[in-house]
């Protein structure tokens, strides 16, 4: 950022910081009849400076996550609830029709004992367990990384490579392709199989498709989701063989039916 950037910045905050403390002198020469509301400052995209989040038009950012600074997100790419991308100090990238799963923290190095500032590098349909801390390392094509893992700077996790849940990845340990690694600190267990190499493809096409459903979820008005708990509501249904011995045939309208085009896989329906 020159210094013209810097300058319209530092007047924008000035000009924010002026009107919230308008709005706390107001608050106190409300006295007694003070309501004061608390906004949430939570933003799922920040800008650090010059530093932009850069995502696909068709990624999943969840709300309550953060993708904060020099971070780019791929095509079909989904960040779940709770998750941090912090690129401040260095650049995170994410591929295509890749999941990071809930509460999940992908940092990057400025410095370490080795002294090398390292990005962080995550490739295409790669999987990402929740709860998963990636510092500072690289997660090839279609690898998987299990749940509550921890990869260290350094770390590069070759294509088809499996991290197993919980384990701790030392730094600067290369896992090769098709290998599964596991433990504290972790260390070689077993080949893959082919069963569980094409399971790795298929559980990141499950989650882009279900990062579809709750895109759409998520852009619904409120006026939608009210109208969608009164349609609820009226066409429950308690059981069949309940519904059966009142003599009652409940259809689910059609506001209720997934969209076609919400899950890719899905051709429509033909018309009759």
Not at 89 to 108: A, P, R
Not at 110 to 125: E, M
Not at 170 to 185: A, D, H, L, M, S
């Amino acid at each position: 950022m020159g210094t013209l950037g810097r300058a319209i910045y530092t007047v924008g905050f000035w000009i924010r910081e002026t009107g919230q403390a308008i709005d706390r002198l107001g608050c106190r020469l409300q006295g007694n009849y003070l309501f004061q509301e608390q906004l949430s400052r939570h933003r799922t995209l920040m800008n650090i400076f010059d530093k932009v989040p850069n995502v696909h038009k068709g990624a999943f950012v969840a709300p309550g996550a953060s993708v904060i600074g020099d971070v780019q997100v791929g095509q079909g790419s989904s960040i779940w609830y709770g998750c941090v991308l912090r690129g401040d100090v260095n650049s995170i990238h994410v591929g295509s029709s890749t999941n990071i799963q809930d509460n999940s923290l992908v940092h990057v190095a400025k410095s370490n004992l080795s002294g090398k500032v390292l990005p962080t590098i995550i490739g295409d349909n790669v999987t990402i367990g929740h709860s998963v801390v990636l510092h500072g390392c690289t997660v090839e094509d279609e690898a998987f990384v299990g749940m509550g893992a921890v990869l260290l700077d350094g770390v590069v996790v070759e294509k088809h490579g499996m991290v197993a849940a919980g384990a701790l990845v030392r730094q600067n340990t290369r896992i090769p392709c098709g290998e599964v690694w596991g433990g504290n600190p972790a260390r070689f267990l077993r080949k893959l199989t082919e069963e569980e190499v094409a399971f790795i493809s298929q559980s990141a096409t499950n989650y882009t498709n279900l990062a579809q459903v709750h895109a759409v979820e998520n852009a619904k008005s409120f006026d939608e989701i009210e109208f969608e708990k009164v349609l609820h509501k009226k066409f429950a249904r308690r059981d069949e063989e309940y519904d059966s011995m009142l003599g009652v045939v409940r259809e689910v309208p059609p506001e209720l039916i997934l969209p076609d085009n919400v899950l890719p896989d899905k051709s429509p329906k033909p018309s009759h």
